[in-house]
């Protein structure tokens, strides 16, 4: 890991930063799609990032998203947290998976369809700890999320 990625990783917690993050989310985006995944706001810190396109709940629409993810043991599939930079409410995208969990993921310039599972429990409690090697930040929006639980989804590539 670079000093920049740990400089990072260690600004996430803070408040304004993830602001700073949140507001920028609309750019990675379309930075993301322009260079077809080889730059990204997020991304470029040498984090792991993904789009993950939703189908709006209520519009029927695709919502697409950056999203940070790790992966799981073997590489089958990848972990992604609604985490909604702490604030006190779930990010739509969540929401959208829980109504539909079938979702698109663009991962570089390869795009692929994937199951999302709502992980609970044991497992939930296993990925929360590898997610927060990802993104330490995220211990910091759990607090911040007012008693929300954040949800975490395993994302399984189609056959």
Do not use: C
């Not at 996430?12 to 260079?35: C, H, K, M, N, V």
């Not at 706001?41 to 919502?63: A, E």
């Amino acid at each position: 890991m670079s000093r920049y990625t740990a400089l990072v990783q260690r600004l996430g917690s803070q408040r304004w930063f993830a602001e700073i993050g949140r507001r920028l989310a609309p750019l990675d985006l379309r930075l993301y799609r322009l260079t077809r995944g080889r730059w990204s706001v997020i991304g470029r810190h040498g984090l792991p990032s993904l789009l993950i396109t939703t189908t709006g709940r209520k519009s029927g629409l695709p919502r697409t998203q950056p999203l940070l993810y790790a992966t799981d043991g073997d590489g089958d599939g990848y972990i992604v947290v609604g985490s909604n930079w702490g604030q006190e409410h779930h990010p739509a995208w969540t929401s959208n998976l829980l109504a539909q969990p079938t979702a698109r993921v663009t991962l570089g310039d390869r795009e692929f369809g994937v199951r999302a599972t709502l992980t609970t429990g044991a497992e939930r409690d296993r990925l929360w700890q590898l997610v927060q090697r990802i993104w330490p930040g995220y211990a910091a929006y759990a607090k911040r999320a007012e008693g929300r639980q954040i949800r975490i989804f395993r994302l399984t590539p189609e056959s």
